[in-house]
């Protein structure tokens, strides 16, 4: 089915679908489902810890979205 032209696009593919997985995992049927944060969610709450509020802690909250923007990259380039 997949040939050698092809083998490299299965193996790009498989580490895409991981890479959405592992983002996306927290939300899997659970029953602490709707108790978890996920990187859209902890960029957003990131900013309300008094350790950050203060500038003890420097956060930068765009990088908590960076492996949903590298997936979506990656899919219009394959």
């Known amino acids: 089915m ?8 299965a193996i790009r593919l498989f580490g895409l679908v991981l890479v959405i997985a592992g983002y996306f995992g927290p939300w899997v049927g659970h029953k602490t489902a709707a108790l978890t944060v996920t990187g859209p969610e ?23 979205l960076t492996p949903l923007v590298a997936a979506a990259i990656l899919l219009g380039l394959l």
Not at 2 to 9: L, N
């Open 42 to 64: 902890l960029s957003e709450f990131a900013k309300l810890f008094p350790q950050v509020q203060g500038g003890v802690v420097p956060v930068i909250r765009a990088l908590f």
């Open 2 to 9: 997949f040939g050698v032209r092809d083998s490299g696009f």
